[in-house]
């Protein structure tokens, strides 16, 4: 990492080092930070429409394959229940995570959304091995497909439905930042295309009658679902485990105290972060002159909390205040 203050890490920018500093303190304030119960409202909608929609075309699903003996259209159901299953633990993801900090928990919930994203994760790749299993079986004993026409008119609703629903989905997601939504999104926007898939399918043996086609193409959804859960749990497990930040975020903060420009900073260094749901944790050291007062070291780490917060979103910005010069031999930069 490149930083201030002249400990002679490669690439380090060097200012006048001094020493003699008895100064050292933390100071933490989520200066910036978006305030949980001013996203909860619109992330409770997003999951409630994701779950009302999922609830319809389940039915809607069932009956099709009831009526067709599709299994591709069954397994299309399988999907959309699954998708259900994900939207509920979304919904309730989202209402623990936006609780505050407690005595168990004293850095708040968070994070519960990053596991509701990796249990739906998990579902989508359940949902995949049932439909694969089914679709094998299929094709070494194919069955009849009747009534093609609702089934051609139930899926094509679906794909319509799950593509409208999913993109207002990542719309959100991105508007409250919530790894929940994005999850579920992820999931709808699956099942569109894999709804889409089924499809052509119908309308193959529709004109051809070629019965094999429609376990094929389960098959071919089975396989595209995997994709998907795989990402999504990929995602959610790396927050998980508290991957950094990434790159452009860090360059952010980066930036933020290195432009500050105040005369009694020299440096930084020791700089971290995570992610927990859609707040980011920042730590770092900033060192500085002998002479600042603790009040001025105090008041300049304040305003470097809402530099910060304001080119990070949803920063929780913890300073440790150093001597410049105060760092201990041996010490990770």
Known sequence: MACLGGHGAPGAVKRPRLSGFPLAAAIRAPT?????????????????????????????????GA??????????????????VASVVAYFSIRKADEPADEDHQYGHAKVENLAAAIEGLL????????????????????????IGVGIAVIGFSAIANLCVSTYLYRQARLTDSPALEGDAAHLRTDAATSAGVLVALVLVKVTGIEAIDPAAALLVAVAIVGAGARVLSRSTRVLVDESLPPDELAAVRTAVEDHGAPEVTGFHKLRARRAGSRRYVDLHV???????????????????GRIGASVRNADVLIHLEPDGGERPGEPR
């Open 32 to 64: 910036g930070m978006i305030e949980p119960a001013s996203d909860h409202p619109r992330k409770s909608r997003a999951a409630l429409v994701s779950i009302a929609s999922n609830s319809l075309l389940i039915v809607l699903k069932i009956v099709a």
């Open 67 to 84: 009526l067709t003996g599709s299994i591709a259209i069954i397994t299309e159901a399988v999907h959309s229940s699954i998708d259900l």
């Open 124 to 147: 989508i790749l359940v949902g995949a091995g049932v439909i694969l299993f089914e679709s094998v079986r299929r094709l070494a004993d194919p069955a009849p497909v009747d009534t």
């Open 287 to 305: 060192q500085f002159r002998p002479g600042t007062t603790l009040e001025r070291a105090h008041r300049v780490s304040h305003e470097l909390q």
